[in-house]
């Protein structure tokens, strides 16, 4: 399946990713608490989504129920390759290094980031 989901829908997709299965409220309610959003704006992005097949709805209720049918795996991976070849020239430690440039990371996070590259190194 190709991967083609706007900001909005990304929006809505970590939400169902973090929670598993949400009714249009509940994903409502959350977009709600940090966005001016509509109601049926949220509903009508959702049926989009469906259509598209980036969610699945369980409709044997008088609520339906939403869940994500893209791993959330896929879809940063989809992301970052696309970033890494359209922003960073398909460089990954050009991406990286701006990363960690530009942002503090902690140690532990330092840390992790040594341990991978080791273990990248030994294989």
Known sequence: MELKPTESELEILQIL?????CSVRDVHEILAATKDAGYT?????????LE?????????SRTHIYKALV??????KHYLDKMINNVFNGSAAN???QALGNHRSSKAEIDAIKQYLDN???Q
């Open 17 to 21: 990713w973090k929670k598993g299965q």
């Open 41 to 49: 704006t949220t509903l009508k992005l959702m049926q989009i989504m």
């Open 52 to 60: 598209k097949g980036l969610v699945e709805r369980d409709a044997t």
């Open 71 to 76: 791993k959330q795996s896929d879809a940063q």
């Open 95 to 97: 991406l990286v290094m």
């Open 120 to 122: 990248l190194k030994n």
